[in-house]
């Protein structure tokens, strides 16, 4: 980040509305911002439509970086409910934990906790990327239709329930698989490429990866192509 | 939507600020419910063999005088004294001593037209009114009680109408000092209330909250440890929730299989707080500090 063009907002001066207005007009001009004592307050940051730094200095509360479309967060901090949801493009990184749901909906992008994840982690995620560097919570990856998820420690009951399409990497213990999801065939290449992946965020796990698909037996479509008939591999 | 939130203080410290944390915490909360606002809180300066019984009175015609005389005579029938007599607007707080049958006095009292009774216990005082919880301190004052412990409730009406009996915490009829806060729906609360109406229980309210309170009462007459009685509720109540229980000298958390409603809490050396949203953590805890969110079918208590 470059100091000079790095300002500050602070919102214990500023309510939620002016708050977001003030840095979607920052982010517009590629202003970094940083954001001071967020106390969990929710909807922080959403819609910012443009490629920009911006990092929160503490927790924030649900939808935070909703509906975002290219900038970076950083997010010194937990996370609540919905983080992420409907992430067009960018990325997210929280140092601390997140609630349930992150990343719902999200279509592109990066998202990365670097603590344990709740419940529905990545539920109908829709493209993109999803990292949790600790454990992750019942029915992750539900109704999942594209993307990834690397989950580096365990994770709860009902894991890629009525996945269609995406892939779930698990490098802890699974609790128990979903309907309609199986462990598939984890290649050395797959490997490696987790092991970048996880590398570029300071990650280091060595773990006996396992790999969750969809087994597709509850794909009723009649009008599939040909190649979405495979499975997928990378 | 309703919010729930919790503060213990370890180590029997009686006096700490557990009304004004309360308040505070439940104001953050306001935007997930604020038809009521409803805490109890467990304070220290009363003597072991009293009993404090919070009464309130659903109409506008009474006589202040002749309610007064008729509650009198009542409890001196029972063979209790009164010590404290105390009315503020339509709510009496009364001090007793010498009580035989909790459940027949209680009984007793209800026989009394448009009287409520919020809660009896020997430590602990439900106060819960309409509005948002800076209305309740206005009018009741919570900020200036301490206490060892407390919950606390914001509520956004779902399962019954909105008035000042079916708000949050609900007493454990007829069992002193238990209380419960519920976010959530139960969906086997009929066949359940009408088994424990069968076992004898008398039901105060039509809301589906007020079960769990009766369901874990009954539970620790029968024995179990508080964590045993969450467990069990773990298995026979079905729908959506997360509830915070409060007894004489713990509280505890459950929250159920699908892990619908949040909760998150924080944990010092000195002091427990759990909450709905971290926010509400957040005004109690000025220093970062880890956050916990529990799980599916987790369950958590402490003691003071």
């Known amino acids: ?234 | 939507m309703c919010g729930i939130a919790a503060i213990l203080y370890k180590n029997n410290v009686l006096n700490a600020p557990v009304g004004p944390h309360l308040v505070s915490m439940l104001q953050s909360l306001r935007h997930r419910g604020s038809d009521s606002t409803g805490v109890t809180i467990y304070s220290s300066n009363n003597k072991s063999n009293e009993l404090i019984i919070i009464l309130r009175i659903t109409s506008f015609k009474y006589d202040k005088a002749v309610l007064k005389t008729n509650l009198t005579q009542l409890i001196q029938s029972q063979g209790s004294q009164i010590q404290e007599f105390n009315f503020t607007e339509n709510y009496i707080k009364l001090i007793i001593t010498n009580i035989k049958n909790i459940k027949t006095l209680a009984e007793q009292i209800k026989s009394i037209d448009n009287l409520e009774i919020d809660s009896i216990g020997s430590n602990s005082q439900v106060i819960k009114d309409t509005g948002d919880a800076k209305d309740l301190d206005n009018k009741h004052h919570i900020s200036q009680i301490s206490g060892s412990h407390g919950i606390g409730h914001v509520r956004l009406a779902t399962e019954s109408i909105v008035d000042v009996t079916h708000s949050h915490p609900f007493w454990a009829y007829p069992f002193p000092d238990i209380t419960v806060v519920h976010n959530g729906q139960l969906t086997n609360y009929r066949s359940l209330k009408r088994f424990y109406e069968s076992k004898g229980h008398k039901f105060q309210t039509h809301n589906d909250s007020e079960l769990i309170a009766v369901y874990l009462a009954d539970k620790l007459a029968n024995n179990l440890s508080l964590k045993e009685a969450l467990n069990q509720s773990l298995v026979d109540l079905d729908g959506s929730y997360t509830y915070l229980v409060s007894t004489k000298d713990g509280l505890g958390f459950a929250k159920e299989k699908w892990s619908f409603k949040p909760l998150v809490l924080m944990e010092r050396k000195d002091v427990i707080a759990l909450a709905s949203e971290e926010t509400a953590l957040r005004q109690v805890f000025t220093e970062e500090i880890d956050r916990l969110e529990p799980q599916e079918n987790e369950v958590m208590t402490w003691k003071i």
Request: hydrophobic content about 35%; overall charge positive; glycine content about 12%.
């Open chain 1, 1 to 234: 980040m470059i100091n000079g063009l790095m300002k500050q907002l602070d919102l214990t001066q500023l309510d939620l509305r002016n708050f977001n207005s003030k840095l979607k007009n920052f982010a517009k001009d590629g202003i970094s911002v940083s954001v001071l004592h967020p106390q969990a307050k929710h909807n922080l940051a959403v819609g910012i439509l443009n490629q920009c730094q911006i990092s929160i200095e503490g927790s924030v509360g649900y939808y935070c970086c909703s509906f975002s479309d290219g900038p970076n967060f950083i997010i010194n901090g937990n996370s609540g409910w919905g983080l992420g949801s409907n992430l067009m493009n960018g990325s997210i990184v929280v140092k601390k934990n997140a609630g349930a749901s992150v990343a719902c909906s999200m279509r592109n992008g990066q998202v990365c906790v670097y603590g344990n994840a709740g419940a529905r982690a990545g539920i109908a995620m829709k493209g993109g990327q999803l990292i949790i560097g600790g454990n992750s919570g019942y029915l992750t990856g539900y109704m999942m239709q594209k993307g990834k998820i690397i989950i580096c420690g365990d994770v709860g009951d009902a894991v890629a329930d009525s996945m269609y399409e995406g892939i779930i990497y698990v490098g802890g213990k699974i609790s128990s698989l979903g309907n309609d999801a199986e462990i598939g065939k984890i290649t050395t290449k797959e490997i490696d490429y987790i092991k970048k992946t996880l590398q570029n965020y300071n990650i280091n796990k060595n773990a006996d990866w396992k790999k969750i698909i969809s087994s597709k037996k509850l794909y009723n479509y009649d009008a599939l192509e040909p190649l979405e008939k495979t499975k997928l591999t990378i």
